[in-house]
């Protein structure tokens, strides 16, 4: 596994984002009856969050009932933030894949 993180390149265009703004993250996770992903993935990343900045959250399973995949947009207020969250969700045993 990598240890890439966004700040190792400049270029990578997270500079260029004006902040404050509002940021989607996507996860694909796998499904687990006992916690629904929506809400694994909100309560993962509000520890982390500026109060409020959690905007909306939502979520779909897959035909096989294997994965779920969550969308949830957050209003970030620096590159720090925005790293911070989608490492969070990235080193989740749950996550299968962030976009």
């Known amino acids: 596994m990598s240890n890439y993180t966004m700040s190792d390149d400049p270029k990578?265009?997270?500079?260029?984002?004006e902040y404050p703004t509002d940021f989607s993250f996507k996860a694909m996770c796998?499904?687990?009856?006992s916690v629904p992903a929506q809400d694994y993935i909100e309560k993962l990343v509000t520890p982390t969050v500026v109060?409020?900045?959690?905007?909306?959250?939502?979520?779909?399973?897959?035909?096989?009932?294997?994965?779920e995949s969550v969308t949830l947009k957050i209003r970030v207020h620096n590159r720090?933030?925005?790293e911070a969250i989608?490492?969070?969700i990235a080193d989740s045993p749950r996550v299968v894949m962030t976009l």
């Open 30 to 33: 796998r499904a687990d009856e």
């Open 86 to 88: 989608y490492k969070l």
């Open 12 to 17: 990578d265009g997270f500079d260029l984002i």
């Open 80 to 82: 720090t933030e925005l």
């Open 51 to 67: 109060d409020g900045a959690i905007l909306s959250v939502s979520g779909n399973t897959s035909k096989t009932g294997k994965f």
